[in-house]
């Protein structure tokens, strides 16, 4: 399965302030999810980084605060925007083949996750 | 609307016996249910999934069961082993959809 890096793991930010998290694939993936965990809940779904266009954003999530970038098929960043202490969450990047979750075969692979806190 | 749910957010089970962890969800038009395990800063890993065909899906000590007239999976791990303790999370995919929804994670502990 492909191998996830994601950069910051974590970080401390001031609110008002923005934050870019980077997830890097080591091999080419037709899909790439941005996710969210808050404290004792859930991981959401933020949006699907669609390669060369504008990224699928979930309800109750908006591109003005979470803007994505997918430039290739191995990279996308996720921007955290004019972040508040609400923002402050474990936010993951995952991957995952077309063809098999189409299927259901597949899985998503995750990356370690970057850890926002804001304060 | 929390279609899937993971009532028990902790789970203490002794070494060598089972564990069994539980999760409910709504949507009768989920096709494939999931269960991953994460660690402490790591990323969630698959475990094991059941297609909604099927009523049972075994894979070492793992055993995932579904009952489809209530609702509800459960993930069997015997025996439990102290590698074992992280937090398990349930997720459904509706295919076509390219969308997972989790639930909320059990902690699970195995004491040595």
């Known amino acids: 399965s492909a191998v996830i890096s994601q950069k910051p793991s974590r970080d401390i930010c001031q609110r008002g302030t923005s934050l870019t998290i980077q997830c890097q694939v080591d091999?080419?993936?037709?899909?790439m999810f941005w996710y969210r965990q808050q404290p004792g809940q859930s991981l959401t779904l933020i949006a699907t980084?669609?390669?060369?266009?504008?990224?699928?954003?979930e309800s109750g999530f908006v591109i003005d605060k979470f803007p994505i970038s997918r430039p290739n098929l191995t990279f996308s960043t996720l921007t955290v925007s004019n972040m508040s202490p609400e923002d402050s969450s474990i936010y993951l990047c995952?991957?995952?083949?077309?063809?098999?979750?189409?299927?259901?075969?597949?899985?998503?692979?995750f990356g370690a996750g970057s850890r926002l806190t804001v304060l | 609307d929390q279609q899937v749910k993971q009532n028990s957010p902790s789970l203490s089970v002794q070494e060598g016996r089972i564990s069994i962890l539980n999760c409910d969800y709504t949507?009768?038009?989920?096709?494939?249910f999931l269960w991953y395990k994460k660690y402490p800063a790591e990323g969630p890993t698959f475990l094991i999934s059941?297609?909604?065909?099927?009523d049972k899906n075994e894979d070492g000590r793992f055993t995932v069961f579904l009952n489809k007239s209530a609702k509800h999976l459960s993930l069997h791990i015997v025996p439990s082993q102290p590698g074992d303790s992280a937090v398990y999370f349930c997720?459904?995919?509706?295919?076509?959809?390219?969308?997972?929804?989790f639930g909320t994670g059990t902690r699970l502990k195995v004491l040595a």
């Open positions: 091999s080419q993936v037709t899909m």
């Open positions: 980084a669609n390669q060369g266009s504008e990224a699928t954003y």
């Open positions: 949507n009768s038009m989920f096709d494939y």
């Open positions: 997720a459904a995919y509706q295919a076509g959809t390219y969308k997972y929804i």
């Open positions: 059941i297609s909604s065909i099927k």
């Open positions: 995952s991957v995952g083949d077309l063809g098999q979750i189409s299927s259901g075969a597949n899985v998503l692979t």
